[in-house]
């Protein structure tokens, strides 16, 4: 199926009543909530990101990149994006959309754990985890400082062709030098999973309003997903957009952490033009906290509209 199966149909099928808002206290904020028809979408923060301009954007014109970083207010020298996990409480499911970074990626990141205890939420309740990608960000966070898997009542759930490779033994070798911790990484969170993974293909219904949409690119079996249950759609849409304003404004020019850049140029247009079209509501792991709102056309390009 080709990257980014997502029809008409699917977005008009979709899934938010109304937005209400749950901030915590200033300063902490780990948590914002977005009620979908009977079911809540809480956005927990696993802290941020630092990333060098040159990983994330090597191929673009400098001085244009540095040029719309100044105009929003954002640093120069590198990038410092949000993680933002989504959290879906349903009447019988406490469903995770990946788990974060854990202790051993970044001293910025791995915080969801606390976050989420202060929002409320019990890791031993988390009746099911399912991923986008294995980039540390969204995986790493899977087994704690003990080796033992953070979320011991969960099912686990991730599209066949993203676990296939990079559970593959040839993936290391044919990393780039500088990602070769990534494949390890995954394939050793991964090998946890052996016996309790569900592998599924593009629009499946993973869980109960749950459906796999395809936005390969940013990894070859990068997966996003359309929660519907109420008026409006919703899409967790991962790391298939991956910044605020270089994606919206630039959404042509390649980014560093795409494997395939040209593959995830191509998803990233189509995602937004039918986001925008359609006035789904969107909410992306790297988008300022809480990462969610709505796509906005803006001449030639589009721009994000922050709702909470």
Known sequence: MAPLDLTRRTLMQGSIAAAATTLLPVGLRPAQA??????VL??????????PLSFSYPDVPEDELIALLEAHGQPTDSLMPDCN??????SDRLILFDVGSGANFMPTAGKLIENMEEAGFDPAEVTDVVFTHCHPDHLWG??????EIVFPNAGFHMGRAEWEFWRDPGTVDAMPEARKTFAVGAQNRLSYLEDMITLFEPGAEVLPGVEAVDTAGHTPGHMSYMLHGGSEPVLVAGDAILHFAVSFEHPSWPSGSDQDPEMGIATRKKLLDRLATDKAMLTAYHLPTPGEGRVEREGSAYRFVAEG
């Open 85 to 90: 996990v989504p959290i879906l409480k349903t």
């Open 42 to 51: 809480t956005s927990v923060s696993d802290g941020n990101l630092v990333l």
């Open 142 to 147: 899977l087994i704690d400082d003990f080796d």
């Open 34 to 39: 977005l009620q979908i028809g009977e079911a």
